[in-house]
Each structure stands twice: as C-alpha cells, then as structure tokens.
C-alpha cells in the first residue's frame, strides 16, 4: 500500500506541473487574444480554449491542493475537541467526501463514454470534448485517491492514539 501512495503522491505533484503549465498557457492565450482583439484580430476559439484550460487546471490541482491542505475548512469547534475526537470526526466527512467523489468519478467517466459515443464536438473548433471530459474524469480519480490516502493514514493515528 506504501508503494501506491509514493507513485499517487508522485502523479499529484506531476499533475500540479500540468496545472501549473495549463494556467500560465491561459493566462498567455488570453493576454495575446486581448491583444489581437485591439488590432481586431481575436484569437478564433480562445473562449473555448480557456475554457478547456480551465478544466486542466482543476482537475490536475485537485489533487495537490488536498494534500497540501490547501483548501477551505471550518474547524473553529472542531479544534476545541480531543485529537481522537478529532480523528473520528475527519474519518467521517473525509469518508464522505471519498464517497461523493467517487460517485462524481465514476459518472464522469459515464457522461464522457456517452459523449464520445454521440461524437459531440466544441462549436468553433470542433474539438471533441470527450477528452476533455476523460482528463477532468481522470483527475477526479486521482483525488479520490488521495481522499483515500488521507484516511488510511487518519486510521493510523487513530491506532497509535489507542495503543498510548
């Protein structure tokens, strides 16, 4: 299980590399098409370009962001309340978080099978957007993961707690 979790914490920080590209090639599309659109030449598709990076770069910090514990929590009670009080309660909201990912996973991978079926494409660029909607699928998948990671590793404090 060691193993797992050294490669899924390697892939994290290797999808944070992609995020990070994605957004600076955001930020770059939209100042050169700001740009273009001052000497009245836009960019033909940037709107749905930004948008497909966009889409790249929440699915590939999700999973960084969680581990690094980056996210926006409420914990004012929750502090005031044992550590093994404390352990228990994070078990709990992280094992629904695992499984309500899980579910939004496993029907992304759904809703993307059935768009590449259907072959529906972007309207200005005619890209399909299955891929996209495979590498947002994909990246929720690596955050359930690491969800899972999280409470594995709750669930041994919790031992060691018990074995004090």
């Known amino acids: 299980m060691k193993m797992f979790f050294m490669a899924l914490n390697k892939f994290s920080n290797f999808l944070k590399i992609i995020g990070a590209i994605a957004l600076t090639c955001m930020m770059l599309l939209t100042v050169v098409d700001v740009i273009g659109r001052f000497f009245k030449h836009p960019i033909f598709g940037s709107v ?29 009670l929750v502090r005031l309340l044992s550590k093994k009080k404390q352990i228990y309660i994070d078990i709990l909201t992280r094992s629904v978080s695992f499984i309500l990912f899980g579910l939004i996973t496993w029907q992304m991978f759904l809703y993307a099978d059935e ?50």
């Open 115 to 164: 768009i590449h079926k259907t072959g529906e494409v972007s309207m200005n660029l005619e890209f399909p957007i299955y891929y996209i909607i495979y590498l947002l699928a994909f990246g929720l998948l690596i955050f359930s993961m690491t969800i899972l990671e999280t409470i594995v590793s709750n669930i041994k404090q919790l031992k060691e707690l018990k074995t004090k």
């Open 48 to 76: 749905e370009l930004v948008g497909f990076l966009a889409t790249i770069v929440v699915a590939a910090a999700l999973p960084y962001t969680y581990k690094a514990d980056a996210h926006v929590g409420v914990e004012l």
